[in-house]
């Protein structure tokens, strides 16, 4: 449903936009499904800050998922890590993962790089910290000492990305209220295809 929307009715939608709403589904489903389809259309009858702060952390979220997808899988999965190994190493990077998603669109924009790491940091420390300790801790857990072939672990790191995303979403609000982030802007205003 989301590549046919993003396809037909949204192909203006700028590629790591898409990519990060491709992510989202696949780490929420129905839930990443309804945030899309509340804030990440160009049909949306107008924007808000509520919008705005569910595209700033589906952003947020697309990269930090995807390396604590990693993390969670190596050192829990194939390594068997104690807890606080599987913790550190797995907020370490998710961190890495969501801070290059930041960092790397502001240097295509031209920000020069100190610049655009700083920006990071400032803008970004705070989700990703909320949204990591509470994905983290979900789903250690749920799942404990699960392994890659147990239902659980995978079950409950789907359960704790999309409790992560819940738990940051306020803290993305808030940072846009601010004015510490931009947030996404209306996809009204993407001409990218």
């Known amino acids: 449903m989301l590549i046919r929307d993003l396809t037909l009715s949204n192909p203006q939608t700028p590629s790591l936009m898409k ?6 589904v696949l780490y929420s489903g129905p839930l990443g499904l309804a945030v899309y389809f509340y804030s ?12 705005r702060g569910f595209r700033s952390v589906a952003h947020c979220y697309s990269g930090c998922g ?8 190596v050192t ?9 190994w599987v913790a550190g190493i797995t907020f370490s990077l998710a961190y890495a993962a969501g801070f290059a998603l930041t960092v790397g669109p502001l240097m295509q ?8 790491v700083w920006d990071a940091v400032y ?16 789903d250690l857990w749920l ?9 659980i672990f995978w079950a409950s790191l789907i359960f704790s990305l999309s409790m992560g995303l819940l738990a940051a979403y306020p803290v993305n609000l808030l940072l846009i209220a601010w004015g510490v982030k ?8 993407s001409h990218d295809s």
Request: glycine letters at 16%; charged letters at 20%.
């Open 19 to 24: 990519l990060v709403w491709g992510f989202t």
């Open 40 to 51: 990440g259309r160009r049909q949306i009858a107008r924007d808000s800050l509520w919008r």
């Open 66 to 73: 995807a390396g604590e997808i990693v993390g969670i899988s």
């Open 76 to 84: 829990a999965g194939l390594l068997g890590l104690g807890t606080w």
């Open 109 to 116: 924009e031209g920000v020069p790089l100190r610049r655009a």
């Open 123 to 138: 803008s970004e420390t705070a989700s990703i910290t909320v949204m990591e300790v509470v994905a983290i801790s979900v």
């Open 143 to 151: 799942a404990g000492k699960a392994g890659l072939g147990d239902p």
């Open 182 to 189: 931009e947030g996404m802007h209306s996809p009204k205003e």
